[in-house]
């Protein structure tokens, strides 16, 4: 799904990626581990652009979305990313959150058919009939799009037992809660595949198993998830592979009893010792 060749990320002098390569299969779990500062973070906003990679390529079924004549926007799409810190607009309530961009995204193709039929009728004016193009068939309307996000939404919520809160604001919810529905959020846009920034750092202890329990039941579905986590016991049980970063580059890699149980790079070694 995922092909990243020599990836490269500076931030004016300072290298923080240093030639990834790596490749993700359909219902990968990738686990990234590593010191603090060594570039995880970094290396999963690359993945959907929203750093620009320095060089190198992505490779998203088929499209290099790092080359910047591609529209990241129609590919990011497809890409969910959920974040350390929630990031939900405050000032709109939970359902008002996960409907956003499906209706945004609904109502950007129902603007596009309606200029495209636009454009056909009026090349039809100077045509003969039998050379005169079909309109593009419309079956959306904006209340029809809002009504599909809508029961969508209230569906994720159900699945999270937080339906209650579809009218809530996010200031009165607790940190569990707030993850719960950034994930759902991302899900309501049926991506390809997650990326997870640390989804449970910003989080008191207790509320922590939640968040895992709904990203272990996304891993069972087969979503397919590159999860940057500290969290190594979550690693090992989900990942189906975890991937080592220190220093800009991926210094070793494997099953999770690869990694954990036999690890190979002295980094990793001296890592796993502080963490385990």
Do not use: W
């Not at 004549?69 to 890409?79: L, T």
Request: proline share 4%.
């Amino acid at each position: 799904m995922i092909k990243i060749e020599n990836l490269k990320k500076s931030f004016g002098t300072l290298e923080v990626l240093r030639g990834i390569n790596i490749e993700i299969a359909e219902g990968e779990k990738i686990a990234v581990i590593g010191p603090s500062g060594c570039g995880k973070s970094t290396f999963l906003r690359c993945i959907n652009c929203m750093e620009d990679p320095t060089g190198g390529s992505i490779v998203f079924e088929g499209v290099d979305i790092a080359d910047p004549k591609v529209d990241i926007n129609i590919h990011r799409e497809k890409i969910g990313m959920v974040f350390q810190q929630f990031n939900l607009f405050n000032n709109k309530t939970v359902i008002e959150n996960i409907m956003l961009a499906p209706v945004y995204v609904g109502m950007k193709a129902l603007r596009k058919k309606k200029k495209e039929n636009r454009k056909i009728k009026l090349s039809n004016l100077f045509k003969r009939a039998e050379d005169k193009r079909p309109l593009l068939e419309i079956t959306e309307t904006k209340e029809s799009i809002k009504a599909s996000a809508r029961a969508r939404a209230e569906e994720l919520l159900l699945r999270i037992g937080l339906l209650d809160k579809a009218d809530e604001y996010p200031s009165r919810l607790s940190g569990g809660q707030k993850q719960r529905i950034a994930i759902v959020r991302a899900l309501a846009m049926n991506p390809r595949v997650i990326l997870f920034d640390e989804p449970t750092s910003a989080l008191d202890p207790e509320m922590v198993g939640e968040v895992l329990d709904l990203m272990k039941t996304l891993a069972d579905e087969g979503m397919t998830m590159v999860i940057v986590t500290h969290e190594m016991a979550f690693a090992r049980e989900v990942a189906s592979r975890v991937i080592f970063i220190a220093d800009g580059q991926i210094l070793e890699e494997g099953t999770p009893a690869e990694v954990f149980d036999s690890p190979k790079h002295p980094r990793l070694q001296d890592f796993l010792s502080k963490v385990l």
